[in-house]
């Protein structure tokens, strides 16, 4: 089973600045990696999949970037509702599919 | 637009049975396998199941082999997820997901409480 290892668990960060998330594996996943956003009372949104490709309806301020074990995403100019736990999940070797234990991004 | 309704959770006493429900709309649900995923009180995601899209190929994490089980009716648009043998460790919110090679849509999830 591939662990996903994702820092810092909570990073406080002022509106409009930029957020940088780390997520690494185990072993590689080359770029079988996927971001999501989790709010509460929400359904998960898919970001970013393929390591750097936003999904759809995703804005340009969401980048992802990395392949083999070290990730990261970033999200520049920060919003309102950016304020959210951002979660990793690799999907190259299944089952099982695993995902970090999430970094959440509160207001500085 | 897709969309993916989660129901059935609830309070359930230790030991008990709950089956949970994922009605599908706004996507062919016969051309897609569909997991389970639930999330503890703070703790992060952790997938349970896979059912692929003709209902016979499923997987199944550890930490529920044995007392979960997957199914889904493709003429009515519907995923379950039938729990057994429940204990405090299965408290969580439970969501269902659309599977491409990552989870591309998801619902809003359904929370389970076992507790006495």
């Known amino acids: 089973e591939i662990v996903m290892t994702q820092s810092p668990a909570t990073l406080s960060v002022s509106p409009g600045e930029r957020a940088t998330l780390s997520c690494r594996a185990s072993q590689s996943v080359h770029s079988n990696l996927a971001w999501y956003q989790l709010k509460p009372g929400q359904a998960p949104r898919l970001l970013i999949y393929g390591a750097s490709t936003r999904a759809t309806g995703i804005p340009d301020r969401f980048s992802g970037s990395g392949s083999g074990t070290d990730f990261t995403l970033t999200i520049n100019n920060l919003q309102s509702e950016d304020f959210a736990v951002y979660s990793c999940q690799q999907y190259n070797n299944w089952p099982p599919w695993t995902f970090g234990q999430g970094t959440k991004v509160e207001v500085k | 637009q897709v969309l993916l309704v989660e129901s059935g959770g609830g309070v359930v006493q230790p030991g008990g049975s709950l089956t949970l429900s994922c009605a599908a709309s706004?996507?062919?649900?016969?051309?897609?396998?569909m997991h389970w995923v639930r999330q503890a009180p703070g703790k992060g995601l952790e997938w349970l199941t896979f059912?692929?899209?003709?209902?016979?190929?499923?997987f199944f994490a550890d930490s529920v082999k044995g007392r979960f089980t997957v199914s889904r009716d493709n003429s009515k648009n519907i995923l379950w997820l039938q729990m057994n043998g429940l204990t405090a460790e299965d408290t969580a919110v439970y969501y269902c997901?659309?599977?491409?090679?990552?989870?591309?849509?998801w619902g809003q999830g359904t929370p389970v409480t076992v507790s006495s």
């Open positions: 059912i692929q899209n003709g209902g016979n190929e499923k």
């Open positions: 706004g996507f062919t649900f016969h051309n897609y396998g």
């Open positions: 997901a659309r599977a491409r090679l990552y989870f591309d849509f």
